[in-house]
Antibody, heavy 117, light 110 residues
């Protein structure tokens, strides 16, 4: 069974940092592109960032470019999202997803990031 | 405001059909495939349609997708109460190299 399990979400103050993780199992992680998608409370889906098989190829939404960094560890089968300079508007559930460019066929259950003073 | 435009809501009686539109531009839908996702309350999104009109294994053929020019459409036939959910379209925007989703459409079964 394909599985993605996010972790690392927390409540932080504006300006803070977090590192989200997404552990993959059940499929050859190193052969797939991956993405992070977030959903603010009561809102729709927002694509945040994507990374191809090669870690050199990364993509970011305008709203997070320069503050968020996506990376992957193909030995640990883990996807990461380093998020810095957090803003109140970054409050959301963050999902990781397997990306077959550009459709996402496997999703995790999400991890919650709350930014509040 | 989403780059892809969807109606906020659609509704129909059980057994009826609904269609959900997704309107974009040449740089996104016009040049890339569209996918559709179903999100039941308090759950992660689920892939319904990929490559405009293909269904993953396990998705019933009541769900269909199509694309024409810079717009795409999701159809749900034989509406069931279990279909009440939010539905999102998604694609890639080639000019900006970003992924994009529609604002979502809430389907209500009357």
């Amino acid at each position: 069974e394909f599985q993605l399990l996010e972790s690392g979400g927390d409540s932080v103050q504006p300006g803070g940092s977090l590192r989200l993780s997404c552990a993959a199992s059940g499929f050859p992680f190193k052969k797939y592109a991956m993405s992070w998608v977030r959903q603010a409370p009561g809102k729709g889906l927002e694509w945040v960032s994507g990374i191809r098989v090669s870690e050199d190829e990364t993509f970011y939404a305008d709203s997070v470019r320069g503050r968020f960094t996506i990376s992957r560890d193909n030995f640990r089968n883990t996807l990461y999202l380093q998020i810095n300079a957090l803003r109140v508007e970054d409050t959301a559930i963050y999902f990781c997803a397997r990306d077959l460019f550009f459709f996402m066929d496997v999703w995790g259950q999400g991890t919650t990031v709350t930014v509040s003073s | 405001q989403s780059v892809l435009t969807q109606p906020p809501s659609v509704s129909a009686a059980p057994g009826q059909q609904v269609t959900i539109s997704c309107s974009g531009s040449a740089s996104n839908i016009g040049n890339n495939s569209v996918s559709w996702y179903q999100q039941l309350p308090r759950t992660a999104p689920k892939l319904l349609i990929y490559d405009n009109d293909k269904r993953p294994s396990g998705i019933p053929d009541r769900f269909s997708g199509s694309k024409s020019g810079t717009s795409a459409t999701l159809g749900i036939a034989g509406l069931q109460t279990g279909d009440e959910a939010d539905y999102f379209c998604g694609t890639w925007d080639s000019s900006r190299s970003v992924g994009i989703f529609g604002g979502g459409t809430k389907v209500t079964v009357l």
